[in-house]
């Protein structure tokens, strides 16, 4: 079953969960982050992080040592660490000169990447000796904005996506605090900043994904193409173009199984075989009276506050999300084995998808 939840009239630009799915925060396309606890169907904002000066653009929220990471258009990250109920903010030194676009925690939660504008990844790392984060850059060979990262399971490489139109993979390993890594099907060589692959593109690379054994990585670019690299069968490249407005994030949900969604409204599922990537479904089987998620009673109370005209109610979209969805996450499960999973998008909706239940269905 669907689960449809509200959180006002403003886009969400980007959320993140804990690791036991009773909170989330989520950033309603400004300075602020806001965290909400569940009581049942109802959420209660616990707390706002208003550290920031300008728009956030990405949220990452540690399972393990429960820290999150925040970072801005105003150029700066913050490590939110919680003490009595409160959120206490760690300014990290980034040392770029334009925003912050996107962060991600490393697997085991010692150090996280910052993409930024200025063509460079800042990987940062907390220094025990003077109490505070510092990042080492990755710049050669990004010639424009990083868009996106997502790390490897062996928790030193780092794949990124650029509107450079490019798709790198690099090593991000940080002799202070990394083991030496081992030989990966990606290589064996692993400086930091070197550079282990890269593809090109025919748009703005929006999202990359690493499968759960990091063998493979998936990405989505505004030329609204899915691309998959398989770096076990000598890196084979497979791209789909597809009939569909260009996708904005993506996600492994098994071993075969890729997740994407953007424009379009909607999630929709891709399945990988060696040399092959098939579109299998959209994941939405809405219908356009079911769409907003409310009774038509509830509907017409709401019109005031939705500005939505009487005239003009038939213009909802055959879709649960009524706006492009902007972030997906896992809810349940890995990215080797998804039960449900979590998009938000700028209609301001949060919704919860059982793929148990759709994958039965098939």
């Not at 959320?15 to 799915?21: C, E, K, L, V």
């Not at 950033?27 to 956030?56: F, G, M, T």
């Not at 770029?96 to 504008?117: D, H, L, Q, Y």
């Amino acid at each position: 079953m669907t689960e449809i939840h509200n959180f006002g009239v403003d886009p969400i630009t980007c959320h993140a969960w804990n690791s036991d799915r009773t909170h989330i925060a989520l950033s309603p396309n400004s300075n602020e982050v806001h965290i909400y606890k569940r009581d049942e169907d109802r959420w209660n904002c616990k707390n706002v992080l208003a550290q920031h000066d300008l728009r956030v653009t990405s949220i990452d929220w540690a399972p393990n040592t429960n820290r999150i990471v925040t970072c801005s258009a105003d150029r700066n990250a913050y490590v939110w660490t919680k003490v009595d109920d409160k959120w206490k903010p760690t300014l990290v030194l980034l040392r770029i000169n334009r925003a912050a676009t996107c962060v991600r925690w490393s697997p085991n939660e010692m150090k996280f990447a910052v993409g930024c504008g200025a063509r460079l990844i800042s990987v940062c790392f907390f220094e025990e000796e003077n109490d505070w984060w510092l990042s080492k850059h990755i710049k050669k060979p990004i010639r424009s904005t990083v868009t996106s990262l997502d790390w490897h399971p062996n928790n030193v490489l780092l794949a990124c996506g650029s509107t450079d139109f490019k798709t790198r993979v690099f090593s991000a390993y940080i002799k202070e605090i990394d083991p030496k890594p081992e030989a990966t099907v990606w290589g064996f060589k692993m400086p930091l900043g070197h550079l282990m692959a890269e593809f090109s593109n025919n748009g703005w690379v929006h999202c990359v994904s690493f499968s759960a054994d990091g063998s493979k990585l998936a990405w989505v670019s505004h030329d609204s193409t899915v691309s998959v690299c398989d770096a076990e069968q000598n890196m084979e490249l497979i791209t789909v173009k597809t009939q569909f407005l260009p996708f904005l994030t993506c996600a492994w949900i098994s071993s075969s199984s890729i997740i994407v969604a953007g424009h379009d409204c909607s999630p929709i599922l891709y399945q990988y075989e060696t040399s092959k990537l098939t579109f299998v479904t959209k994941v939405d089987k809405s219908q356009k009276k079911e769409a907003d998620g409310f009774s038509a009673m509830r509907k017409f109370r709401d019109m005031d506050k939705r500005a939505i005209v009487e005239n003009n109610v038939d213009t909802l979209l055959d879709t649960v999300h009524q706006n492009a969805i902007t972030t997906l996450t896992i809810y349940a499960g890995s990215k080797s084995s998804t039960t449900k999973l979590c998009t938000t998008g700028m209609d301001g909706k949060m919704v919860i998808w059982n793929l148990k239940a759709l994958m039965d269905e098939m």
